[in-house]
Each structure stands twice: as C-alpha cells, then as structure tokens.
C-alpha cells in the first residue's frame, strides 16, 4: 500500500549526540515532504518543509532534512540533539503539485532524550 | 495572535450518542483541515474546506461523519451514533489557502466513546 514509513518508533539519546530519523514513502511523481514535531504538551507545528530545489533543507532549532528522490527518503537529522528535543516526530507528504494540501502522516518516531 | 481552538478538549459519550467537535481556524485562514489520531499512530486525514466547500472528503470513513464550514470560518465535525472505534484525539488544522502552506494545528479534541 502507498504510505509514508518511519523506521524508528522510539529513540532514545543523550544531550549532544546525533540524530537522524528515517522517514521513506511509497508515492511516485511529485511529493511536497514535511517534518512535524510535537512537543509534550503542546500542538503539531512545522518543523521543516521541502518542494522543490536544494534537496537540504534547514528547520528550526537547528534540524535539517535531505531529500534523496532515488532512494523515496527524507530523513531528519540534527547535529547534537538537547533535553528539549524530546518529543514526537512525524513525516507527512503531499501528494502532487500540492494543490490539495492533504498531509499524510507516518506514524510518528518518539525521541527521548537524556540530560 | 490567536492560533487554532478546539471545543471540546475533552468529550466522553456512550456507544450510539450523537457529537460535535468544533474548531475555529486562525482568522483569515481560508483552508481548514480534520484529521484524527489513534494512539500511537501518525495523524489520518479525514477532510478538508477550501472556504465554505468540502473540497476533498474522501478521507471521512463512513456516512456518520459529516463535516459543515457554513460560514468559511469556524468548522464542526459531527459524529452520528457514535462507536468505540471512534476513540481518537481529532486534530484541526488551517492555513492560509489550500495546497502546500503552513498547516497550523490546534491542540485536538480527544473523544472517547464508552
């Protein structure tokens, strides 16, 4: 079935290491690829968008995404992760030309991390 | 300034109740979004208003759900005789037109059908 696949359910870390969050979908032709992350607490919010263009693209709070078309992947990575990066992680595509706006998730990857 | 809202933030019902499950968008925003989240899964798009239309509910999984954005503004979702599978944290979200803007969500309601 087309999806959107995230390989990591929980991840666990300490302060300083480096993360990087496989995130591969099914769909052919054109994607528009997001991040979203959510805090504990709080609401979804973007954390990096790609379109079109420079396949590396740079999030807030330091987080950066690449985009690898022949491999259907855009992982999330970031250099040395803190305390505060704890939370859900979730990938979601937009199918097309991205006239729909209709996001699908994958199922979300829980990062912990350990001061 | 104001962000999304959800009422309730929280609703219990029993098997067979009728609900509501409102959302106001950020104001301005013409595309508006459902989703619903089941524990431990990504959100799952059930449909979306450009405006006052539904422009794409394909998403929606059976006749008892139905969604209205009468006035291109504020949307509620309306859940008819209402299952235990239903149980799910229901996410809006809007953004400024249809298509690949920011989606901004709102903090969900959570409803659980007994």
């Known amino acids: 079935a087309q999806s959107v696949s995230q390989h990591n359910h929980h991840v666990i870390l300490s302060e300083a290491a480096s993360l990087e969050l496989g995130c591969n979908y099914s769909?052919?032709?054109?994607?528009?690829l997001f991040w979203y992350v959510q805090y504990p607490g709080q609401h979804l919010q973007l954390l990096l968008k790609?379109?079109?263009?420079?396949?590396l693209v740079k999030g807030i709070k330091g987080f950066e995404a690449e985009f690898i078309k022949s491999k259907f992947s855009f992982n999330l990575r970031k250099p040395s992760v803190q305390w505060s990066d704890t939370a859900e992680y979730f990938c979601?595509?937009?199918?097309?030309?991205?006239?729909?706006?209709?996001?699908?998730f994958g199922q979300g990857t829980t990062l912990q991390v350990k001061p | 300034g104001a962000g999304v809202s959800q009422t309730p933030s929280n609703k219990v019902t029993e098997k067979g109740k009728y609900v509501e499950l409102r959302c106001d968008p950020i104001?301005?925003?013409?595309?508006l979004y459902w989703y619903r989240q089941s524990l431990g899964q990504g959100p799952e798009f059930l449909i979306y208003f450009q405006g006052t239309g539904a422009a794409d509910d394909s998403g929606l999984p059976n006749d008892r759900f139905f969604a209205v954005r009468p006035e291109g503004s504020v949307s509620t979702l309306k859940i008819q005789r209402t299952e235990r599978g239903d149980s799910a944290v229901y996410l809006c979200a809007s953004s400024l037109k249809m298509g690949t803007d920011t989606q901004y969500f709102g903090p969900g309601t959570r409803l659980t059908v007994l």
């Open positions: 769909y052919g032709g054109t994607v528009n």
């Open positions: 104001s301005g925003h013409t595309a």
């Open positions: 790609y379109f079109s263009g420079d396949p």
């Open positions: 979601a595509v937009i199918r097309g030309s991205g006239n729909t706006g209709k996001l699908i």
